[in-house]
């Protein structure tokens, strides 16, 4: 799969099964947990909670190792302009992939703003994303 979008976008996926698949755990055991205490208004904030979960998941595996489960999968990597990726970069540029019409919007206004390979937040946040081909990187972004 050598197209770079269709590479990120799997790579998302797959990110998002793992989310799920731990979410959907975590959402049991806190139900079972809630169900025997009888306190089920809590669940209430579920969407809360699992947007805080993807924002962790995103910033962690992005700040200590430059990618994700799903992009190290498809040999994607993220990078700073200057620096390293670190949390602060990984957070901001994580924070559309809360929902999915900010990460929508987010892919949209990066094709208007930005080159055709960022996203506005990657943009935003000084990093962007590279394919990792035989050890070497190449990256297929035109400019920094």
Do not use: C, H
């Amino acid at each position: 799969m050598e197209n770079f979008w269709g590479r990120r976008f799997t790579a998302l996926l797959v990110d998002i099964i793992i989310l799920t698949l731990f979410m959907y755990i975590v959402s049991a055991i806190v139900f079972l947990l809630f169900a025997q205490l009888g306190i089920f208004s809590v669940l209430n904030y579920w969407i809360i909670i699992a947007a805080i979960i993807i924002i962790v998941y995103f910033t962690f595996m992005e700040g200590i190792t430059d990618s994700t489960l799903g992009k190290r999968l498809f040999k994607l990597k993220v990078k700073a302009v200057n620096g390293n990726v670190g949390y602060k970069k990984a957070f901001i540029r994580s924070l559309s992939k809360i929902y999915y019409f900010p990460l929508i919007l987010d892919v949209i206004l990066g094709f208007i703003f930005g080159d055709s390979n960022d996203r506005i937040l990657d943009k935003i946040s000084g990093t962007y994303v590279v394919f990792e081909n035989n050890n070497q990187e190449k990256m297929l972004k035109n400019n920094n």
